[in-house]
């Protein structure tokens, strides 16, 4: 099997235009596409349990230049407090941030998360009981560029309409997440739109262990990330992905791919520690650096 590493940064690789969107070709699944498309899928699942916890929107420090450099912090806790912060107001909690400043960087975070409860007083301790999480904020960087995330709706490159945030759902033995829909474009300080992905859950994803990062371990279900520029689906089905109180991603575990459209095939994700996993399609694999939290 060739293994090679991730050794230009997903920035330099965007903006010289390394998508190669529409292009059939693996190697480049293997590339830019495929390292967002995985980024994609899994802060999807963090996003939803990080939030109803209170993490810290502060991404992994990564030492080399990365997608993290166009747009999000490197190890610097945010000033921008979660929604679940908030007070309860007959089943609701909201955070609008407003030219946010996530400290120790130049980047702001503009726009509103809403936790919307089954119980009115936010309650999430019998088996039943949900929280809904609806967004639209984007994150700008110095460098001029933007990260769009929202949860209405977007029609993705199928004709499929995507939309309605995440859901977490609690169980008798622990917690459902169900992505009902997300959406995020990543535009280039000049306006071109560099990437557009729609990501939802086609079966639930069972977490055990607890909400926190530290205690947390998912299992099963599926998650689809349809790229809407190169026109292909991955759909991620993790295993017993953990996770530690210090990073937004997993640290042990393995997540299988399946592809469909312009790229298909099969392949697989295997975490070796914070922010590093090894990816593989077919014969081929290389390094992955996962870059950053939402």
Known sequence: ??????????????????????????D?????EFELSAESGITAISGVADEQNGSSFASYHLKQRTFADLLLPKAYASTCSRAYLSSCVSGVKSATYSDCDISGTLLSLDGSVTLTYSDSGCGLASTGNYVTRTYDYTISGPRGGSLHVFSSAQTDYRGNSISGGGKLIKTASGWEIQILGKNKVLQAAGGSTLMNH????????????????ASRVVNGGQVEVAHNLANFTAIY??????????????????????FDGSVTG????????????TISKDDKSRDLSLTYCE
């Open 1 to 26: 099997m060739n293994s090679k590493s991730l050794t230009i940064s997903i920035t330099v690789a965007l903006l010289v235009g390394a998508l190669g969107c529409g292009k059939n070709q693996d």
């Open 28 to 32: 480049e699944t293997l590339g830019s």
């Open 198 to 213: 729609s990501v939802r859950t086609l079966s639930n994803i069972s977490v055990t262990g607890g909400l926190d990062r």
């Open 237 to 258: 089905t993790p295993n017993n992905l953990q996770w530690s109180s210090s990073c937004c991603h997993p640290v042990s575990g393995s997540i299988s791919i399946s």
């Open 266 to 277: 099969t392949g697989s994700i295997v975490f070796n520690g914070c922010g590093s996993a």
